[in-house]
């Protein structure tokens, strides 16, 4: 786990209560995540754990889908659970991805939303494992290393500190899976492009949104008139044909199986 762990901890806490109304990039992956498991005719959860669920937001969408459904949604930080939405078939629940307080085999569907960027992979894909029954399903969505190139690449003509996260490429992760012991595991990524009025208003969304870079070497203290001057100067390569600043984001998309019996449902026997 990183140093930064309890800092990145902080940060969605307090980010919690204006999280739904910046987050407009999470938004739109849980809206295309959902659609990954429409199409994917194999799911038929029955207990569903979603992993760095945030304030929730995907719990009626996934009842939608599934209205038999359990669902606990998870999350370190208590002030984005305090917001799950309640109801019999939910549990909210505050548990650290890297030690998930859940039962052992007791998943169908693991299923997260742009979280896994901000954990140890690694740790993290094997309490996935744990959680999950045999045969059980993980749909999840995390950051590709193309994530904010525009950002990185103004910065890094201005000094060579890391000024911003740095994310796994997508093909590391699926190799990181499969070495979990995962099996049928898809991995692919697509772009969004956000675009913004200038780079303040860039650079401040990413911090409303609890994203801002938490790599323990960054430099500390705000950034000066001047670096925000020299920041946009830099950005003219790739301001868009209207003038905005555009913060390009890779969309990593992970669907696997943990292996073994999968029992689905009851099975009728003719006599
Ligand atoms: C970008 S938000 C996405 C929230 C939600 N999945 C959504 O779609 O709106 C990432 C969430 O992951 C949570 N998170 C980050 N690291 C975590 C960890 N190690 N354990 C549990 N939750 C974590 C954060 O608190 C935050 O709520």
Redesign the pocket.
């Known amino acids: ?1 990183s140093l930064e ?1 309890p800092l ?2 902080a940060a ?2 307090a980010a ?1 209560k204006q ?2 109304q910046h ?1 407009v990039l ?2 739109e ?2 809206s295309r995540l959902l659609e990954r498991l429409d199409d994917d005719h194999q799911l038929q959860p029955g207990q569903i754990l ?9 719990v009626p969408e996934l009842l939608e889908r599934y209205p038999q459904a359990q669902i606990i949604a ?4 208590p002030s ?1 659970i305090a917001q799950v939405p309640a109801g019999p078939q939910v549990e909210g629940r505050v ?4 030690a998930i307080d859940v039962h052992a085999q007791s998943c169908d569907l693991v299923f ?4 896994l960027q ?2 140890d992979e690694t740790t ?1 894909l094997q309490e996935i494992k744990r959680a999950l029954k045999p045969g059980g399903f993980l749909h999840l969505t995390t950051m590709g290393e193309h994530t904010l190139h525009e950002l990185k690449t103004a910065w890094a003509q201005i000094d060579d500190q890391p000024h911003v996260n740095q994310f796994v490429p997508a093909a590391q992760i699926a190799d990181l899976t499969l070495q979990q012991g995962f099996t049928e595991v898809i991995a692919d990524s697509e772009f969004i492009t956000m675009t913004y009025a200038n780079v303040v208003d860039l650079m401040r969304d990413l911090k409303n ?3 801002h870079n938490v790599d323990h070497q960054r430099p500390r203290g705000l950034t000066s008139p001047k670096v925000i001057k020299q920041l946009t100067e830099h950005f003219a390569e790739f301001r868009t044909a209207d003038g905005l600043y555009p913060a390009t984001y890779e969309l990593v998309y992970l669907r696997a199986r943990k292996p073994g019996e999968d029992k689905g449902l009851p099975v009728k026997i003719k006599s």
């Not at 979603?50 to 995907?58: E, I, P, R, S, V």
């Not at 548990?95 to 890297?98: F, G, Y």
């Open positions: 786990m762990h990145i901890q969605f806490d919690a999280y739904e987050a999470q938004k992956s849980l979603d992993l760095g669920c945030g304030t929730g937001w995907a998870a999350d370190f930080a984005m548990t650290d991805a890297h997260s939303n742009l979280m901000w954990c993290v949104i609890g994203a």
